[in-house]
T-cell receptor, first 114, second 116 residues
Framework: NAGVTQTPKFRVLKTGQSMTLLCAQD?????MYWYRQDPGMGLRLIHY???????AKGEVPDGYNVSRLKKQNFLLGLESAAPSQTSVYFC?????????????FGDGTRLSIL | QQQVKQSPQSLIVQKGGISIINCAYE??????FPWYQQFPGKGPALLIA?????SEKKEGRFTISFNKSAKQFSLHIMDSQPGDSATYFC???????????????FGKGTHLIIQP
């Protein structure tokens, strides 16, 4: 089964361009998350959603917007890409919040901003 | 700010040896401590997790040791194998955060290499 699917897998943008990263999950999970992973920095939460139609800011939300119009999809948008947003972006989902509710991750989108 | 400090940043272990990765936290509200394993080109995947009501949890060759008074926990990989070569992240979260993401706070990761 697919689990969490991220598209695209790779992308190169020029500074100032915009794009949307798509995350889709087929596990009927309520919670969805967007993280960025940078060398030596671990995973940092950008935005998250606790259900369809709701979003909230995480640790590093500046420069990003998100939408959760459908329960299974969580979109991450970059309105005006900057080189500092070069990173690997991971989407994750979980059934519920709270302990012992593992987050299931996609395989990432590698984004380079020139 | 909530932090989880992970060490070492990188680790090389001979096949058959014991790999040990350590994490320390500050926030006493943390109540759930998972470890995630990440292979190159893949997303992290939950490996093993522990609650602070126990001092140790073992699953196969993987063991978490937890010291609540010291606010430290560690991952031990016994009989380490080349297939264990990956990046390992510790994390922590509060039991409930009132509707928040229960944001997992991740350590910065340990790049583990098991030499044949």
């Amino acid at each position: 089964n697919a689990g969490v699917t991220q598209t695209p897998k790779f992308r190169v943008l020029k500074t100032g361009q915009s794009m949307t990263l798509l995350c889709a999950q087929d596990m009927n999970h309520e919670y969805m998350y967007w993280y960025r992973q940078d060398p030596g920095m671990g995973l940092r939460l950008i935005h998250y959603s606790v259900g369809e139609g709701t979003t909230a800011k995480g640790e590093v939300p500046d420069g990003y917007n998100v939408s959760r119009l459908k329960k299974q999809n969580f979109l991450l948008g970059l309105e005006s890409a900057a080189p500092s947003q070069t990173s690997v972006y991971f989407c994750a989902s979980s059934y519920l919040t709270g302990p012992q509710q593992p987050q299931h991750f996609g395989d990432g989108t590698r984004l380079s901003i020139l | 700010q909530q932090q989880v400090k992970q060490s070492p940043q990188s680790l090389i272990v001979q096949k058959g040896g014991i790999s040990i990765i350590n994490c320390a936290y500050e926030n006493t509200a943390f109540d759930y401590f998972p470890w995630y394993q990440q292979f190159p080109g893949k997303g992290p995947a939950l490996l093993i997790a522990i609650r602070p009501d126990v001092s140790e949890k073992k699953e196969g060759r993987f063991t978490i040791s937890f010291n609540k008074s010291a606010k430290q926990f560690s991952l031990h990989i016994m009989d380490s194998q080349p297939g264990d070569s990956a990046t390992y992240f510790c994390a922590a979260s509060p039991m409930y955060s009132g509707g928040g993401a229960d944001g997992l706070t991740f350590g910065k990761g340990t790049h583990l290499i098991i030499q044949p």
